[in-house]
């Protein structure tokens, strides 16, 4: 079991390590941020445990990008005890689960398997449904009432982005910083002109439109209630 350990305090660094160690585990251990965003992001690791407060930079700024760039690997954070405010946001920024320091190893051990287990049990789904709307990710296929669509590349991420968040509004920022991962500049229409574009593949040929356009705030996904699929 890999396990990525970013920690810039010398003692709990080296008492993380040697604890996981003894463990059975394989952990790699990181002291400050820019190393450990780097690993994070390049590196397969089973879980990674990541302190909030690192001098360069901090765990919740590794945290975003982790899950801007669809990384899923688990995060147990580590956290001071005066900093809850951190502790929520790296919650909603898709952290798995936090601990307060001072800890005891063996709870910190606990949560991780924990963690792992719950990781074990829910594979990520191969696949994702809108209505008649169908995306096989290990085929790489998009389908809709059976009849295959052909999409790009980023197409498909676009797609998989707004499924993933069916009935939720999407801006165009966010469509554009996970799907292009550029910051949106509101001269652009790359985001209209790709919506655009899938849109026709999705929905042109159908009676039920699936795609819609929520004026001034962005696009969503959302199949029509009471229809029978
Ligand atoms: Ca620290």
Same mark, same amino acid.
């Given at each position: 079991m890999r396990l990525l350990i970013v920690e810039d305090e $010398?003692? *709990?660094g080296d008492y993380l390590k040697q604890g996981f160690t003894?463990?059975?585990f394989n952990p790699t251990l990181c002291r400050n941020g820019l190393d450990g965003h780097h690993l994070a992001?390049?590196?397969?690791?089973?879980l990674i445990i990541l302190d909030l407060m690192l001098p360069?930079?901090?765990g919740l700024r $590794?945290? *975003?990008a982790l899950r801007q760039a669809s990384r899923h690997t688990p995060v147990l954070l580590l956290s001071a005890l005066d900093s809850v405010d951190d502790r929520v946001r790296g919650l909603e920024l898709g952290a798995d689960d936090y601990l307060v320091k001072p800890f005891a190893f063996n709870e910190l051990l606990a949560r991780v398997r924990t963690l792992l287990r719950r990781g074990q049990l829910q594979p990520q789904a191969d696949r994702l449904q809108v209505a008649d709307l169908i995306l096989e990710f290990s085929k790489h296929k998009a389908s809709r009432n059976g009849k295959k669509l052909n999409l790009t590349q980023k197409e498909f991420a676009l797609?998989?982005?707004l499924m993933r968040r069916e009935g939720e509004v999407l801006p165009r920022s966010l469509i554009a910083s996970q799907?292009?991962?550029?910051n949106f500049d509101s001269d652009t229409n790359v985001i209209d002109v790709a919506i655009r574009r899938l849109r026709s593949k999705v929905d042109d040929d159908f009676a039920v439109k699936l795609i819609h356009t929520v004026r001034g705030m962005g696009y969503k996904i959302e199949a029509p209630e009471q229809h029978e699929f």
């Open positions: $010398i003692k *709990t003894e463990a059975g992001m390049t590196e397969d690791f089973e360069d930079v901090d $590794i945290l *975003t797609l998989e982005l799907v292009w991962d550029m």
